[in-house]
């Protein structure tokens, strides 16, 4: 009798062993910690409701250039920022924040809309493909000049608040050329 409850409480351990799986912490997403090209896209004051001018910022990692009509050619990652808000036609100096107002150095957070992002995002490109796209929900970044530093913030795949701070060094490029 002791041997079948003994038997009984083996099979039984040895179940529940099985039944756990090993759980392994989801890897965090690496992205570039420095741009190596940055176009600065002039969109002047595009919006009637809003008296700021709007650029937007397009980076991109080694591995990625444009072509003349601005497609994306090889494999990296491409950081953007859609609608910032600045005083003038340009970016000036300054610090910026992600804020949905409009205000005269912020600019749009990121979002999902419909299955597509918007405001502040970052693409995977592996040759010339976008293979993922990360939308950062919040941050800031500060110009100054002839550089960017950025302190963005995204939730992982498993809800967790991560920080991202990338950088650029080096002259934005004006798109369109004047």
């Not at 003994?6 to 799986?21: H, M, R």
């Not at 980076?59 to 003349?68: H, N, P, R, V």
């Not at 090889?74 to 600045?86: C, E, H, I, K």
Request: net charge negative.
């Amino acid at each position: 009798m002791k041997t079948a409850h003994y038997l009984l409480a083996l099979i039984a351990g040895a179940l529940v062993l099985n039944g756990c799986k090993r759980t392994e912490p989801t890897p965090r997403q690496i992205f570039p910690s420095d741009y190596t090209l940055a176009y600065e896209e002039i969109y002047g004051h595009c919006y009637d409701s809003i008296a700021q001018a709007v650029v937007a910022l397009d980076l991109y990692s080694e591995g990625i250039t444009l072509s003349k009509d601005h497609t994306i050619q090889g494999t990296g990652y491409n950081l953007y920022l859609s609608d910032v808000f600045v005083p003038d036609s340009l970016l000036e100096e300054g610090t910026y924040h992600s804020a949905s107002t409009g205000e005269p150095f912020t600019f749009l957070p990121g979002q999902d809309f419909e299955g597509y992002p918007n405001g502040m995002y970052i693409l995977h490109i592996e040759n010339n493909l976008v293979t993922s796209i990360q939308v950062l929900d919040s941050g800031s970044f500060v110009y100054s000049g002839d550089s960017l530093r950025f302190t963005l913030y995204y939730r992982n795949a498993e809800g967790i608040t991560q920080t991202y701070q990338p950088r650029f060094e080096g002259t934005l490029i004006p798109w369109p050329k004047h």
